[in-house]
């Protein structure tokens, strides 16, 4: 078990690199403002799951060897690049069709727009895990958590004790407070959504998330494994 001593400094700190801006907020954000809470929810439990897959690597030393290995670091670094240039590439497809949309459409007077009826509309179990998928993948795919769970969680440790339950107890922590930190937020956005139905508005932010993960997926692909 962690000394309560470092649980009060380990969960400040796990919950400031929760909240930083990066890969899964932007996801997120994204999701939770385009498709709905739903949906923003769902991959706040991918981006979860991806913690586990990282504490259990961490645990059975998978993210030492991946760290230690110039070849399969950077496997990893280009598979998780390409998986966010696809991710923005995909936003800025978007962002064209929403255009088309707008060009081709225009609600009668009198008529409900169609992304107005169907806001409320409850998500089909696919919709939910595609964007599960995307937020489990987000975060696997980040060479950076691998290195994050290698170096944060062992600070927090005891080597006197049995290492196994503190990476549980350490990754619970860390999986919790993102589901509670990416779970608020897709509510938060997808409550203020109806705000933004805008066509256009729909449109720019397509635009906007698709240049961010570009960004992301182009910084990734070109940084180093210090």
């Not at 907020?25 to 809470?37: E, N, T, V, W």
């Not at 049995?162 to 922590?173: R, S």
Request: proline letters at 6%; one cysteine or more; charged letters at 15%.
């Amino acid at each position: 078990m962690i000394s309560l001593e470092n649980l009060l400094l380990y969960v400040p700190l796990a919950a400031i690199l929760v909240i930083l801006p990066g890969p899964d907020f932007a996801l997120i954000a994204k999701i939770s403002l385009l498709d709905g809470r739903r949906q923003g929810q769902a991959a706040a439990c991918g981006v979860a799951l991806g913690i586990v897959i990282h504490t259990s690597a961490a645990m059975l030393g998978i993210s030492a060897i991946i760290a230690q290995s110039v070849f399969l670091f950077s496997i990893l670094k280009y598979v998780g690049a390409a998986y966010l240039l696809w991710l923005g590439i995909h936003a800025l497809r978007q962002g064209r069709a929403v255009s088309r949309a707008v060009v081709r459409t225009a609600p009668l007077p009198g008529r409900e727009p169609e992304s107005m009826a169907g806001a409320t509309a409850r998500p089909a179990p696919r919709v939910l895990w595609r964007a599960f998928k995307q937020g489990f993948l987000t975060n696997l795919l980040n060479p950076k958590a691998v290195l994050i769970f290698l170096t944060f969680l062992p600070q927090f440790m005891d080597p006197r004790m049995p290492l196994v339950p503190q990476f549980l107890e350490l990754g619970g922590i860390m999986s919790l407070l993102c589901l509670l930190w990416y779970v608020s937020l897709a509510y938060i956005l997808g409550q203020v959504r109806r705000a933004f139905e805008n066509p256009r508005f729909q449109q720019w932010l397509h635009r906007c998330t698709g240049a961010v993960f570009i960004a992301f997926g182009l910084k990734l692909a070109a940084a180093h494994a210090d």
